[in-house]
């Protein structure tokens, strides 16, 4: 199974676009958080066919909207603040916050915790959980705009760069 990482969209729709493009053969996706807009989950809903999981970030501000958005897609799922999610027999736990992630990470219950916030690309481990922080899809702040394939078969993530056009 494959599993779609991201996190920190911030509105740039042309960079979740040709991020969904990239990673649409994934057999799930979970955004760590930082949609922004409403109109996010519209992008998400339409780009992505299979079970979306997203978490609340610290700049969802309208959260009804998003939420009402949210009903047109029955694939979408949102999960508040955190997500503990089972997919092809991890354990997953999704959070917006790194220093929140850490935490919950070394608590033993997950095989996996994903995050954003920070929006630094990272792969570590942390005692038995693997981290993994897919960096931005917005691209501007880090200069790079990424996410994240994560292989259950092999439990291994791959760093996917999504391309930058120029302004």
Known sequence: ??????????????????????????????CCGDLCSPFIIKALGEGFSKPVHVVFGNNDGDLFRIT???QAFSHIQLHGELAELELDGIQFGMHHFDNIARLLADSGKFDVMCFGHNHQFEISRSKSCQLINPGEIYGSLSGHSTAVIYDTSNRTPERIDIPINPS
Do not use: Y
Request: aromatic residues 0%.
């Open 68 to 70: 009402q958005n949210s």
């Open 1 to 30: 199974m494959k599993i779609a990482i991201l996190s920190d969209i911030h509105d740039r729709l042309t960079q979740l676009k040709k991020a969904l493009e990239i990673m649409k053969d994934a057999d799930a996706l979970l």
